[in-house]
């Protein structure tokens, strides 16, 4: 830092034409002017991406969209990767590749899903898109979770790096990753060949908004920042029947509330309580009508651990509870309930490479000032980014970018209440200064380890 003041100064002094040598051999930095000019835009960008949100494995457009930008900036451009979710689903897949001399390899990914949310922002720009889930529900679409931030930023970011192309050389990857939310994108895109398409990178990086930073603030967080996790169902079944003769029957319904119940006690009790664990049942469906007693409740759940002994304890519980729970209601051996663990859709331990960590935290002071820089603790929230460097294989970070309307963010601190988070209806990142952040950041982080 001190070393960059003192060349500007020097740089300064010595007039306009030695003053960009000066600067280019102390410290190559974005261009914030032309972040201004480009802001209008990337806002623009974001307004439709948001309108226009797409669920996990369907962003179709999201991925077009964002392959015109990088294709429109120079990068060459491969689309369609991610193609083992199943027998010709295309997979969105995308890469931008910019060769700039010789030098480091980075990736940059950004994630493009959206969730199954009904958004209640209010905003004018609030989506109000339907569509209908595979089990027949009809639900709303949001960028509950920011991804729309993600996209924008990585064009942000490619605008930036594109037009400082003398600032920085080597091989620069902007990685457009579909299906983060049913965590499974990343490593689709490595078995769809995703390192026969491009070369192996030095470095890999991400970003997330957040809701728990106003905006104009990062957060770094060295070592496990966000843990694994496991997404198991379980199919409870019963005997069906009459609605006002249970005694011919044997109720799921009533079987499943014992579970949901039961279930609750495997963090409390089984697992240590100095190792983290959470379990959630996040859906429970069943029934057709109120007379009658159905033939199966099916529970989705979602665990999330630090450790694989923890998780196995978890996995080990929802087996045990669920078949206990069955015996105690008389339910018959052959419909005792099916629990089925979804090993594609495991994400392991998000890792920041302490290392890589140093150096894009030293880049983030740089580009934000050292006050704007958080230390959050690890969160029991899951990413599958740590897949695209082979789970430890090629150092990566992914850092943390404030979404929230600063005032709003200091008025609610001073209330003692806490802003929407990602994933909620209300989640409304403040974009311009989150953009601005995101982008100033990334773009830094990327000069500093390509450096001329
Ligand atoms: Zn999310
Ligand atoms: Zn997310």
């Not at 609610?412 to 974009?431: C, I, K, Y």
């Amino acid at each position: 830092m001190r070393h960059a003041h003192l060349a500007l100064a020097c740089a300064l002094a010595l007039g306009a034409s030695a003053a960009t040598t000066m600067v280019l051999a102390a410290d190559a930095m974005p261009d914030r002017r032309r972040l201004d000019a480009d802001m209008p835009q990337l806002l623009n960008l974001y307004k439709d991406l948001h309108l226009a949100p797409e669920l996990s494995r369907m962003e179709e457009k999201t991925s077009a969209r964002l392959a015109a930008e990088l294709r429109g900036l120079g990068f060459t451009v491969t689309e369609g990767i991610g193609k083992y979710f199943a027998p010709g689903y295309k997979g969105y897949g995308l890469v931008g590749v910019m060769k700039n001399g010789d030098g480091p390899t980075v990736l940059v990914r950004a994630d493009m899903d959206a969730l199954p949310v009904e958004e209640k922002t209010g905003l004018p720009y609030a989506s109000t898109v339907k569509v209908r889930l595979p089990n027949g529900q009809e639900t709303g679409v949001m960028h509950a979770c920011g991804h729309d931030i993600h996209v924008t930023s990585l064009v942000g970011t490619a605008r930036q790096l594109a037009a400082l192309q003398n600032q920085w050389r080597g091989t620069l990857i902007l990685l457009g990753q579909p299906a983060e939310e049913t965590i499974d994108g990343a490593m689709a895109m490595v078995r769809d060949g995703l390192y026969d398409k491009v070369p192996q990178p030095d470095y890999v990086l991400a970003l997330h908004d957040w809701s728990g930073m106003p905006a104009g603030r990062v957060g770094v967080t060295p070592g496990p920042a966000m843990a694994q996790s496991t997404q198991v169902d379980i199919r409870v079944r019963g005997v069906g029947g009459h609605g006002s003769a249970p005694q011919t029957a044997r109720d799921p319904v009533v079987l499943a509330a014992s579970i949901v119940m039961q279930l609750q006690t495997i963090v409390s009790r089984s697992t240590s309580p100095q190792k983290p664990a959470v379990l959630t049942i996040g859906t429970i469906h069943g029934g057709t009508k109120r007379n009658i007693i159905p033939e199966e409740v099916k529970l989705e759940l979602n665990m999330r651990s630090y450790d694989e002994e923890t998780r196995q304890i978890l996995i080990a519980g929802v087996r045990r509870v669920a078949r206990g729970a069955a015996i105690a209601m008389d339910i018959p051996e052959e419909r005792l309930p099916e629990v089925t663990v979804l090993d594609a859709e495991f994400a392991p331990v998000v890792i920041n490479d302490p290392k890589l960590n140093e150096r894009v935290e030293a880049s983030l002071r740089k580009a934000l000032g050292a006050e704007n820089i958080d230390h959050p603790p690890a969160v029991m929230g899951s990413e599958d980014f740590g897949r695209l460097g082979l789970d430890g294989k090629f150092p990566s970070v992914m850092f943390r970018v404030g979404a929230i309307n600063p005032a709003a963010y200091a008025k609610a601190t001073a209330e003692g209440r806490v802003m929407p988070s990602t994933h909620s209806p209300l989640f409304a990142p403040d974009p311009e200064p989150t953009l601005r952040t995101g982008i100033l950041g990334m773009t830094q982080v990327v000069l500093d380890l390509m450096p001329r």
